[in-house]
């Protein structure tokens, strides 16, 4: 038997953040991970750093994670090669213009420099995009990092600083007894105070063992990369509509993703699939005309949760004390997981934050009778 103050479900981003943030304050925790730290969606993703374009449920978790991001050299030892280059959001029709133009308004709303380009602007400011792009709005601030650096980065700070991060084990079962939550995990049986659930996709399963069933299902986005070609799309690209997103890295490859790779959260295994390659390489030439005929060297996918709404569940239980949940990040959880940590260690151990989370609560699945 174990016997911890806090332990905390899931090795990604988020679950290594809040071993850290809690190590920090001095707290004893133990992290469980079923495979090995960020080898799921947290490592396997695309590398977006973006606040531009979020649900507004999500944006003062952004802003806090922003000002970590850029204070990772301090926290970290490294920056995990973070780069400010500006997130440039295409429009290709009018209904996706005046998209982009709402949005300025929430922009506004949570300071965030947010600037308009028309087509005349952004053809003369970017010559290398396709005819078809009409419009884009461009976020300075935003940029791109190597996802396969940050989960582990976080880990090796956290255990530094007294954390007990423990690899290739997986939870079976959670209850909570006599005030504190028993954690059946390989062969060992692990006792705490609080439960911190970060467990991604599985986090639904998390909640399920509480009485907190969500309709989480799994979500396998399909990545690329292309041989190195030479420098020249310095921002990080989306698009609204979605289905294609790229960047390049200043080495010269090219990172895109766009539709959905297939998986099983059973094994788990993912893997990208030959048509969602394709598919996204050609709305990558699309708008980067000059890629045509780039050779692709790498595809891969991970399993991620996906939530009906879009938005991740992220607070306190609505069935035990003590419990506090944040998965189901959608797709877009890489760049909030540094500030979730920091706001699960602040609800744990002040049992408060600043920042408002009622929109994300789980209670948002429940109905009354």
Same mark, same amino acid.
């Given at each position: 038997?174990?016997?911890?103050?806090?332990?905390?479900?899931?090795?990604? &981003?988020?679950?290594?953040?809040?071993?850290?943030?809690?190590?920090?304050?001095?707290?004893?925790?133990?992290?469980?991970?079923?495979?090995?730290?960020?080898?799921?969606?947290?490592?396997?993703?695309?590398?977006?750093?973006?606040?531009?374009?979020?649900?507004?449920?999500?944006?003062?978790?952004?802003?806090?994670?922003?000002?970590?991001?850029? +204070?990772?050299?301090?926290?970290?030892?490294? +920056?995990?090669?973070?780069?400010?280059?500006?997130?440039?959001?295409?429009?290709?029709?009018?209904?996706?213009?005046?998209?982009?133009?709402?949005?300025?308004?929430?922009?506004? %709303?949570?300071?965030?420099?947010?600037?308009?380009?028309?087509?005349?602007?952004?053809?003369?400011?970017?010559?290398?995009?396709?005819?078809?792009?009409?419009?884009?709005?461009?976020?300075?601030?935003?940029?791109?990092?190597?996802?396969?650096?940050?989960?582990? $980065?976080?880990?090796?700070?956290?255990? /530094?600083?007294?954390?007990?991060?423990?690899?290739?084990?997986?939870?079976? /079962?959670?209850?909570?007894?006599?005030?504190?939550?028993?954690?059946?995990?390989?062969?060992?049986?692990?006792?705490?105070?609080?439960?911190?659930?970060?467990?991604?996709?599985?986090?639904?399963?998390?909640?399920?063992?509480?009485?907190?069933?969500?309709?989480?299902?799994?979500?396998?986005?399909?990545?690329?990369?292309?041989?190195?070609?030479?420098?020249?799309?310095?921002?990080?690209?989306?698009?609204? &509509?979605?289905?294609?997103?790229?960047?390049?890295?200043?080495?010269?490859?090219?990172?895109?993703?766009?539709?959905?790779?297939?998986?099983?959260?059973?094994?788990?295994?993912?893997?990208?699939?030959?048509?969602?390659?394709?598919?996204?390489?050609?709305?990558?030439?699309?708008?980067?005309?000059?890629?045509?005929?780039?050779?692709?060297?790498?595809?891969?996918?991970?399993? +991620?949760?996906?939530?009906? %709404?879009?938005?991740?569940?992220?607070?306190?239980?609505?069935?035990?004390?003590?419990?506090?949940?944040?998965?189901?990040?959608?797709?877009? &959880?890489?760049?909030?997981?540094?500030?979730?940590? $920091?706001?699960?260690?602040?609800?744990?151990?002040?049992?408060?934050?600043?920042?408002?989370?009622?929109?994300?609560?789980?209670?948002?699945?429940?109905?009354?009778?």
């Amino acid at each position: 038997m174990v016997e911890t103050e806090v332990l905390v479900i899931g090795g990604g &981003g988020a679950g290594c953040s809040t071993a850290l943030h809690l190590a920090l304050r001095g707290a004893k925790v133990v992290l469980l991970e079923r495979g090995l730290v960020g080898s799921q969606a947290s490592g396997a993703n695309y590398g977006g750093v973006r606040q531009q374009g979020r649900h507004p449920a999500e944006l003062p978790i952004a802003k806090r994670s922003h000002a970590i991001w850029q +204070d990772l050299p301090r926290l970290l030892g490294t +920056d995990c090669e973070f780069v400010a280059t500006g997130h440039l959001k295409l429009a290709r029709s009018a209904a996706d213009e005046a998209d982009l133009v709402a949005y300025l308004d929430v922009a506004r %709303d949570y300071q965030l420099p947010v600037r308009f380009l028309d087509r005349a602007t952004l053809h003369r400011d970017y010559p290398w995009l396709g005819a078809s792009v009409v419009a884009a709005s461009f976020a300075p601030e935003d940029g791109s990092a190597n996802p396969r650096l940050l989960s582990p $980065a976080l880990a090796q700070a956290a255990r /530094a600083a007294g954390a007990a991060i423990r690899e290739q084990i997986q939870v079976t /079962a959670c209850r909570h007894e006599n005030g504190r939550f028993v954690v059946e995990a390989g062969d060992a049986v692990f006792h705490a105070d609080t439960l911190v659930n970060t467990a991604g996709f599985w986090g639904g399963q998390v909640a399920e063992w509480f009485g907190e069933p969500v309709p989480v299902r799994p979500h396998t986005p399909n990545m690329g990369v292309t041989e190195p070609i030479p420098y020249f799309i310095r921002p990080n690209i989306g698009v609204a &509509g979605g289905g294609i997103y790229l960047r390049q890295i200043p080495r010269g490859n090219v990172i895109f993703g766009g539709g959905r790779g297939t998986g099983d959260p059973a094994v788990p295994f993912s893997r990208a699939t030959p048509e969602a390659t394709l598919a996204a390489m050609r709305k990558a030439v699309e708008i980067v005309p000059s890629l045509a005929g780039v050779s692709v060297i790498r595809s891969w996918s991970g399993i +991620d949760g996906m939530m009906p %709404d879009g938005i991740p569940v992220v607070g306190p239980s609505s069935t035990t004390p003590g419990l506090f949940h944040a998965f189901g990040f959608s797709g877009h &959880g890489f760049q909030l997981g540094p500030a979730i940590g $920091a706001i699960l260690s602040e609800l744990v151990l002040d049992g408060r934050t600043d920042v408002p989370l009622e929109p994300l609560s789980i209670r948002r699945f429940q109905t009354t009778p």
